[in-house]
């Protein structure tokens, strides 16, 4: 794919945008006034650099402009990366927000047993490559129902007794009388790079690579 003239930075909606936005910023790019309007439908938003525009869209697609080159550079959970395991993406900086983990979480009221004692369970997730691969390094069948949102409704209404999804500070799961049983794995936000813009435009990617290590490296030691 021919990538465009203008640098193309994609972020995600949600909490990790208000995470990223004072990296961002300490970076040095300022979104037009639209950005900050909650009641603007833009996608898109001109920058105070002249050839850099950001794109606003949903956190698994971020991942997927980037890795195709419909964006150059953008801010990807390390959750997606493994799911989709995109090789035309390249993972300078861990940004070090977005923290949380995706966990395995069952009913309060299952009995307790011991994970590494399964040989077949059957999970809903939206992450099916990355939980099957999981178990199955671990000498488990995982047999994934693909769900994209409300996991939580899964055991009570039979669909599945377990469900693997992100957990934060563990109050929906709570909320919803399941239990975390195992996390899979830790999760915080990436820098990612389409390598083809890399190797075209190495000067420009890599100064905002620098940048942005900068601002990191800045609040390590405000610290």
Known sequence: MELSEKLVLALPKGRILDEVMPLVRGAGIEPEAAFDDPKSRQLEFATNIDNLTIIRVRAFDAATFVAFGAAHIGVVGNDV????????????????????????????DEPDSDPKEWSHIRVATKYPNLTSQYYANRGVQAECI??????????????????????????????????????????????????????????????????????????????
């Open 146 to 223: 693909k769900l994209n949102g409300a996991m939580e409704l899964a055991p009570s209404l039979g669909l599945s007794k377990r469900i693997v999804d992100l957990v934060s500070t563990g109050s929906t799961l709570k909320a919803n009388n399941l239990k975390e049983v195992e996390v899979l794995t830790e999760i915080t936000s990436r820098l990612v790079i389409n390598r083809s813009a890399f190797k075209t435009r190495p000067r420009e990617l890599t100064y905002w690579t620098d940048r942005f290590r900068e601002v990191l490296e800045d609040g390590k030691t405000a610290e």
């Open 81 to 108: 990366l493994q799911e989709f395991g995109y090789t035309d993406l390249y993972s300078p900086l861990d940004l070090g927000i977005g923290y949380c983990r995706l966990s395995l979480a069952m009913p309060v």
